[in-house]
């Protein structure tokens, strides 16, 4: 008896280790989905911040070539008159 007594409390070791070792792992693993949740968060407020600063770009550009194509046909227009 005093053989599987020994072996039951071997037993039990090793099973609430293997239960520890398990819930740290869950925990890790939780830990870092969450901060990697977060890094996407902020990557992908970075990305709409980005577009957001190049479609003002864009359109800060197009403007002016609009106004240099208008102000380039006016003076086509004045000297095909004159």
């Known amino acids: 008896m005093n053989l599987e007594s020994q072996f039951l409390d071997i ?8 239960v520890f070792a398990l819930i740290g792992f869950v925990w ?5 989905v969450n901060d990697q949740e977060k890094e996407l968060q902020n990557l ?6 980005l577009e957001a600063q190049t479609k003002h770009d864009i359109s800060y550009l197009m403007n002016k070539v609009d106004a240099h194509n208008d102000k380039m046909y006016s003076i086509v227009k004045n000297q095909t008159k004159g």
């Open 28 to 32: 890790k693993v939780s830990h870092k």
């Open 44 to 49: 992908e407020s970075k990305f709409k911040g």
């Open 11 to 18: 037993a039990i070791t090793v099973v609430s280790s293997a």
